[in-house]
């Protein structure tokens, strides 16, 4: 990926990156979930999205 922060280019669907605020607002919207519920689940299950949509199933 690009330095350049204003190429953001697409998410990248496998991995989460709490680094970068567009994939932030990307996965909370697409998870249906709070950035603090989706940090909280990346520091559980790491940033794999697969792992992190188990989790936040389970904790339904």
């Known amino acids: 990926m690009s330095d350049d922060k204003r190429q953001t ?20 919207q697409a998870l249906g979930v709070s950035a603090d519920e989706l940090r909280a689940a990346v520091d559980a299950v790491g940033p794999v999205a697969e792992d992190v949509r188990n989790h936040l199933a389970q904790r339904r």
């Open 9 to 28: 280019g697409s998410p990248d669907r496998d991995r989460i990156s709490l680094s970068e605020d567009y994939e932030v607002q990307y996965w909370t």
